[in-house]
């Protein structure tokens, strides 16, 4: 999905030591774009998804047994020893015919 949480990153529950980087791969993405020229990507990188999903504590608690949570520091490494980068599949357009580029006002002359 579009969403994941690190501390599951390889699917079962590991907790993350501050300081040390970690890859973290978003493997299907459930969204699709089209660009254009000009325009531009924005990326999030959030702590916390909530209400869309579960909230993060960040305390290593889980959130349906525990209340406490505490602020979050996210760092992206990007450095030589730390190479980032973002990954984006390229689909070529779908050919089209001249009946779908004619648009639905634009049908023949019985209206169809």
């Known amino acids: 999905g579009d969403v994941v949480r690190a501390s599951y ?31 531009r990507i924005r990326i999030h990188i959030m702590t916390s998804f909530f209400p869309h999903f579960s909230r993060n504590l960040h305390t290593g608690e889980l959130e349906t047994t525990s209340g406490r949570m505490r602020t979050a520091t996210i760092t ?28 639905p006002d634009q049908g023949d002359d019985d209206g169809h």
């Open 9 to 39: 990153r390889d699917g079962a529950r590991s907790l993350l030591e501050p300081g040390r980087p970690y890859l973290v791969r978003i493997p299907e993405m459930f969204t699709g774009n089209t660009f254009e020229a000009g325009h």
């Open 76 to 103: 992206v490494h990007h450095d030589r020893a730390h190479p980032s980068r973002l990954v984006l599949p390229v689909i070529p357009a779908p050919t089209e015919s001249p009946a779908r580029r004619a648009g």
